[in-house]
C-alpha cells in the first residue's frame, strides 16, 4: 500500500517557541493533505485541508495564524505550531487520499507534541 | 449534530466472542465509509471499506451499510484478546475526500 511519512514522531519543546511537523507521501503523489489533532481519549478532529499550490482550508475554531500550513509539492506537506502553548500539547496526525486507491486514506505515524 | 456518532463503550467480550461495533452518521450524500482500528498512541490502520449497500467481508471481519437508515456497523467474529483497540468509524464528507471521523468505540476482549 501506499506510504506516508510523518516526522518528526515525537517532540518537546519549550512555551512560546514553535514546531514544524513533515508529512511526505512516499510512493505517490498527494495534492491534498489532511491535518488532524487528537488529544487523549478523544477522536482525530479534522483541523485543515492541505492543498499543493494554494492555502489550506481550515475547520471551523482551528487559528489559521497559530497552525500554519505549506503544501509546497506534490508530495509534502509541513504543519508548523507557532507560539505553542501546553495547551497544544497533542498527537497531530497527517493523511493522504491515493487516486490510485479509491477514497482510502494513508496515514502518517503521527507526532506526539509536549510543550513544557 | 456531531456528523459520525459512535458509542464510546467501552465494550467489553470473552475471547472467541462476536463483538459488534456501531456508527451513525448525518451526511445523507455521504458514498465511502470505513472502520479504523487504533491502538493506544499509534495511527489509526485501515480494516474496512465498505460503498455499497450490503455486507462486506473480510476474514474475522464483516461491515455492515444501510443508507437508508444512515448506518454501518462493524463485526468482529472469534474476537481475540489483540483486538482490544479503539474501532473508528470514518465518514467521507464534503469536498476533498474530507475524512471525518467519530469518537471511537473502545473495545476490550478479555481471555
Known amino acids: 500500500g501506499a506510504v506516508v511519512s510523518q516526522h518528526p514522531s515525537r517532540v518537546i519543546c519549550k512555551s512560546g517557541t514553535s514546531v514544524k511537523i513533515e508529512c511526505r507521501s512516499l510512493?505517490?503523489?498527494?495534492?491534498?493533505m489532511f491535518w488532524y489533532r487528537q488529544f487523549p481519549k478523544q477522536s482525530l478532529m479534522l483541523m485543515a485541508t492541505?492543498?499543493?499550490?494554494?492555502?489550506?482550508?481550515?475547520e471551523q475554531g482551528v487559528e489559521k495564524d497559530k497552525f500554519l500550513i505549506n503544501h509546497a509539492s506534490l508530495t509534502l506537506s509541513t504543519l508548523t505550531v507557532t507560539s505553542a502553548h501546553p495547551e497544544d500539547s497533542s498527537f497531530y496526525i497527517c493523511s493522504a487520499p491515493s487516486t490510485s486507491h479509491g477514497t482510502e486514506a494513508f496515514f502518517g505515524q503521527g507526532t506526539r507534541l509536549t510543550v513544557v | 449534530q456531531k456528523e459520525v456518532e459512535q458509542n464510546s463503550g467501552p465494550l467489553s467480550v470473552p475471547e472467541g466472542a462476536i463483538a459488534s461495533l456501531n456508527c451513525t452518521y448525518s451526511d445523507r450524500g455521504s458514498q465511502s465509509f470505513f472502520w479504523y482500528r487504533q491502538y493506544s498512541g499509534k495511527s489509526p490502520e485501515l480494516i474496512m471499506s465498505i460503498y455499497s449497500n450490503g455486507d462486506k467481508e473480510d476474514g474475522r471481519f464483516t461491515a455492515q451499510l444501510n443508507k437508508a437508515s444512515q448506518y454501518v456497523s462493524l463485526l468482529i467474529r472469534d474476537s481475540q484478546p489483540s483486538d482490544s483497540a479503539t474501532y473508528l468509524c470514518?465518514?467521507?464528507?464534503?469536498?476533498?475526500?474530507?475524512?471525518?471521523f467519530g469518537a471511537g468505540t473502545r473495545l476490550a476482549v478479555h481471555p
Open positions: 470514518a465518514v467521507i464528507s464534503g469536498g476533498y475526500n474530507k475524512l471525518i
Open positions: 510512493d505517490f503523489q498527494a495534492t491534498t
Open positions: 492541505s492543498n499543493e499550490g494554494s492555502k489550506a482550508t481550515y
